[in-house]
């Protein structure tokens, strides 16, 4: 039986399990005069024993899980010669060629590994009833237990709510650590590449050029890793980005919230919402094919010779457009829930609404207006499909907006394409640029936490 088919039958488990003690614990208060004498409600009783019925039992799997593949592992080459597992030169790759032969995807005339095979499907069968069986006795035994303990002065709320703090402190935990283990991977590898190359010559390099010779009579043996043109690249087209998408994501925001009727807001808002829904490959192919060469042709027309077909406007312009919902949802949202009485107070002391709009109602939903500046600047610096159909992938330091640029994210997509060994610089830059990308986005974080914090002690 499969992991999914068995979650099935340990859910079906507790489903009866909360079914059966909810049932039982209505009976329980009717023979003793009422549900005012359970301690919970029927519900918790129910929960209580689902939860006992279900928990044990998945812990149980996940351990399973864990445990059962190397015990296997173990146990299949125990049978094999060390004399016969030396002829593969690698002990993984025999082992993932027994595997092969007992699901029937290699064939073979190998005694040895015919009969490794056979072991293996045997431990394979076996575990699989196993697991089943002690999965669905120790859930059965659960329901068992939390039945035979139900009682009118049973805590079920209390324990059924301790169950689900501890789980969502887990929650908690398992988020933190993920975060410490991305940044921590990401920080192992960057140092390895710092030790290969020297970091002022990451910063401060002005050329991009991550080509590492595979002989070392070959040319650019060494490549060069100066990151220069990537930041350049990467900081004109959020800035061309958020030049399009703040202004007019905020004014869409003001008049929603501030002047629009209730019909218009209505049909307007939603429509703005939809751009959030487009495929960002959707806006890279409308930037390859309807922005960049109109952008080129009219830049020609009035003596742009030099432009290029692939530029950072071009990239900048649609981007700008593809996060204006950002700007505008949440700006209207935060616009929308500053107090009336505010603005009433604005309006009495003689106030215009324009007046009261920007004297008013935007110091106010500063905050909120700074977060989702923040959020559009953060989705700008991390596109990458509009910057490589629309601005190209070379690394030029210009800042003509009609040249064609490149940015960190699709520097580090590049790096990582296709079979990579992690052991050459080429390969190791990227990580090197997810730190510093890493480290430029915290520091925008820092900054708009500090505003947020200081206009919000003004207006709580």
Known sequence: MTTPMLMTVIAVIAISGFFIARARSIKLADTAGGLSKLHSRPNYYGSYVAILAAIPALVLLLLWQAVEPNLIHSLVMAQISDSYATQFGNADLLYSQIGNVARGITQTDDAVLLAAADHYQMLNQLGTTLRFTAMTSLALAGLAFGWRSLRLRLRARNRVENVMQAFLLLCSTLAILTTLGIVLSVLFEAL????????????????WSPQIALRADQQAASGSFGAIPLFTGTLMISFIAMCIAAPVGLMSAIYLAEYASPRVRGVVKPILEILAGI???VYGFFAALVAAPFIRDVAQAIGFSSA????ALAAGAVMGIMIIPFVSSLSDDVITAVPQSLRDGSYGLGATPSETVRKVVLPAALPGIVGGLLLAVSRAIGETMIVVMAAGLSANLTANPLDSVTTVTVQIVTLLVGDQE?????????FALGLTLFVVTLALNVIALNIVKKYREQYD
């Not at 390895?192 to 050329?207: A, D, K, N, S």
């Not at 290029?308 to 530029?311: A, D, G, I, N, Q």
């Not at 052991?423 to 990227?430: E, I, R, V, Y």
């Open 192 to 207: 390895r590449f710092f030790q290969m190359i020297p970091v002022t010559e990451f910063i401060f390099g002005t050329e």
């Open 279 to 281: 495929p960002t490959v």
């Open 308 to 311: 290029s077909s692939e530029s």
């Open 422 to 430: 992690f052991d050459s610089p080429k390969t190791l830059a990227a």
